[in-house]
């Protein structure tokens, strides 16, 4: 992380006219560069607004914005707003322009030229998965859902914005296509490095899409913030432990890899060696499975005792239990839980890229996986504390 925030807010307020509560409470927050800082929390703790006061959209009622140390909350708007790129959930593209002229809205702005412009647009589209021959005289009503918030993101980055806003921008595609938005736009932020401030009020949508996440309650106050592992594993107090909701526990495995596992000797044989083996191996390791490998070393089936016994070096066909798929060490220990739970022996086998058999991860190795997590999230905090 770079020294200087990208966007500092400093005891930033809101109160709307004819309330006497904030909407925004004297919240101090940093943005760094090209991080995506995801503002999670529930309906009407603050999250738009607090968004809004960035770009100043909204007015502050007091407080300072800083970007790249720059005190903007007296700078001229427009141009303020040149430099931000904005995507809201609706869209809000232009329904009598086509296509290019929604994209080129800011760079028109800014006076470009007409040929830098268009390149610029033809660029953008193709950016977000949009055949420019295709879609750049249409107008919006002649688009899907998907589609027009693909425009939403090309327009919001017509001017090569180096901070971008974006509120709900996937809160009204149906769930398939929002899936597919959300791994394109991560795709692609892995390419520009934009500083972003994505609000959502769906916590697993925060957790994919957030380099770190703050857990906002009313009046946008900071409950916590911090990455998702972290987070996940170490929810500071019940508020923020009941909005990530049952299930937190697991979905932070999704964090973890098979290659952080420390996993000791599994007995296995292979196809040519003797039953007797096996059964040999089993016993010595008090285990109930065996992994039975193919000549080039790659796993098979799983064995049992009995299943090798009466068997004859050669001749296990039909033995024992399918293996299901295997794990890379890659792969995450989400989905070494997922495997595991359909496998017949309740564990499953670990290769390297030729398929050869590395080791079996069972669950007592998730198990304590996560409560190192645990362990280490809540070292960090009692850390934090006596800093
Ligand atoms: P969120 O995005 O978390 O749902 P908002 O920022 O939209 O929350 O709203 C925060 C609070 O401010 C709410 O109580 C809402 O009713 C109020 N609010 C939002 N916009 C306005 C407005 N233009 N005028 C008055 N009150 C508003």
């Not at 609000?199 to 957790?207: K, Q, R």
């Not at 039953?275 to 065996?290: D, H, M, S």
Request: aromatic share 6%; net charge negative.
């Amino acid at each position: 992380m770079s020294s200087q925030p990208k966007i500092h807010l400093d005891r930033v307020a809101k109160t709307y006219p004819g309330s006497r509560i904030p909407a925004v409470d004297e919240l101090t927050l940093d943005v760094q560069e090209g991080e995506i800082l995801v503002l999670v929390g529930p309906s009407g703790c603050g999250k738009s607004t607090t968004l809004r006061l960035i770009n100043r959209m909204i007015e502050p009622s007091s407080g300072r914005i800083m970007l790249d140390g720059e005190d903007v909350t007296k700078a001229n708007p427009d141009k303020l707003r040149r430099r931000i790129g904005y995507v809201i959930q609706q869209i809000g593209l232009f329904p009598h322009q086509t296509i290019s002229q929604n994209i080129a809205t800011v760079p028109k702005m800014l006076g470009w030229e007409k040929d830098r412009i268009h390149e610029r647009t033809e660029q953008l589209l193709t950016t977000v998965g949009l055949d420019p021959e295709q879609y750049r005289d249409r107008y919006p009503k002649e688009l899907s859902g998907g589609q027009a918030q693909r425009v939403g993101v090309a327009r919001a980055l017509g001017a090569d914005p180096d901070i971008m806003l974006m509120d709900e921008p996937f809160g009204a595609i149906d769930p398939i296509t929002r899936e597919r938005l959300q791994n394109e736009f991560l795709r692609l932020q892995e390419e520009l490095r934009k500083t972003i401030v994505f609000v959502t009020h769906d916590i697993d949508e925060a957790i994919k899409m957030g380099d770190r996440i703050a857990i906002l309650g009313e009046r946008s106050t900071i409950r916590q913030i911090d990455t998702p592992e972290r987070i996940l594993a170490y929810p500071v107090d019940d508020f923020v432990d009941d909005f990530i909701g049952t299930g937190s526990t697991i979905k932070g495995l999704n964090f973890q890899q098979v290659s952080g596992l420390k996993i000791p000797d599994y007995p296995a044989i292979s196809v040519s060696d003797d039953p007797q083996k096996g059964i040999a191996a089993l016993q010595e390791a008090g285990r109930e499975w065996l992994v039975l490998l193919d000549d080039q070393g790659r796993p098979v089936r799983w064995l049992r005792e009995d299943d090798l016994r009466g068997a004859a070096p050669g001749q296990y066909d039909g033995r024992g239990e399918e293996l299901g798929d295997h794990l890379s060490p890659d792969d995450t220990l989400f989905h070494a839980l997922e495997l595991m739970v359909q496998s017949a022996a309740g564990k499953t086998c670990v290769v390297d890229e030729a398929g050869r058999f590395q080791g079996v991860v069972e669950m007592a190795h998730l198990n304590k996986a996560i409560r190192r997590a645990q362990y280490e999230a809540r070292a960090h905090y009692e850390e934090l504390e006596r800093a």
